[in-house]
T-cell receptor, first 112, second 111 residues
Framework: SQELEQSPQSLIVQEGKNLTINCTSS?????LYWYKQKYGEGLIFLMM?????EEKSHEKITAKLDEKKQQSSLHITASQPSHAGIYLC????????????FGAGTRLFVKA | DVKVTQSSRYLVKRTGEKVFLECVQD?????MFWYRQDPGLGLRLIYF???????EKGDIPEGYSVSREKKERFSLILESASTNQTSMYLC??????????FGPGTRLTVL
């Protein structure tokens, strides 16, 4: 959705390096979700953020929500090959009704 | 854990065929969704349902229909498959609002 922009579109990092993926909404966010998708498979839920300034962590993955910027960032510390995949953000917005939209995804490749 | 299953992981059909994609969830969720996922376009909502026999069009409903006769099952129907419907189809379910649980996806190829 153009209402939810993810950057970068793809990312290649050396194993052990840190990385950040951003998700920016053009609409007011009422909830922000991060999912991971292995190639050719379904989406696995990672985290949900609802309040401005909220930060959550799961293993080596941390996500933050900046309410003022209507933006969320996903940060991976010391990346591993198991982190490779597509990361998608989803957001609850109000546009002619309450709906959930998704970004186009960020493809992450981790070089061993 | 919530489980969302889809009837097929891979499907190959011919142009003009009628195609049924089935989705079943086991957590008594009210909402169910069908998306298609294409490179560079992300997930696009085709249809969703918030109750049995209730359905709402999403962003790209053309060429598709849905059926929800039972709460746990949501079917996506391609009345006459076309090559531009070749895609990855993902089903999801959720409670009223809240995070969506996704199935493993069906990769459909229309020849």
């Amino acid at each position: 959705s153009q209402e939810l922009e993810q950057s970068p579109q793809s990312l290649i990092v050396q194993e052990g390096k840190n990385l950040t993926i951003n998700c920016t909404s053009s609409k007011t966010l009422y909830g922000l979700y991060w999912y991971k998708q292995k190639y050719g498979e379904g989406l696995i839920f990672l985290m949900m953020l609802q309040k401005g300034g909220e930060e959550k962590s799961h293993e080596k993955i941390t996500a933050k929500l900046d309410e003022k910027k209507q933006q969320s960032s996903l940060h991976i510390t010391a990346s591993q090959p198991s982190h490779a995949g597509i990361y998608l953000c989803g957001a609850d917005i109000i546009t002619g009704g309450f709906k959930t939209i998704f970004g186009a995804g960020t493809r992450l490749f981790v070089k061993a | 854990d919530v489980k969302v299953t889809q009837s097929s992981r891979y499907l190959v059909k011919r142009t003009g065929e009628k195609v049924f994609l089935e989705c079943v969830q086991d957590m008594d969720h009210e909402n169910m969704f069908w998306y298609r996922q294409d490179p560079g376009l992300g997930l696009r909502l085709i249809y969703f349902s918030y109750d049995v026999k209730m359905k709402e069009k999403g962003d790209i409903p053309e060429g598709y229909s849905v059926s929800r006769e039972k709460k746990e099952r949501f079917s996506l129907i391609l009345e006459s498959a076309s090559t531009n419907q070749t895609s990855m189809y993902l089903c999801a379910s959720s409670l009223l609002g809240g995070k969506q649980y996704f199935g493993p996806g069906t990769r459909l190829t229309v020849l």
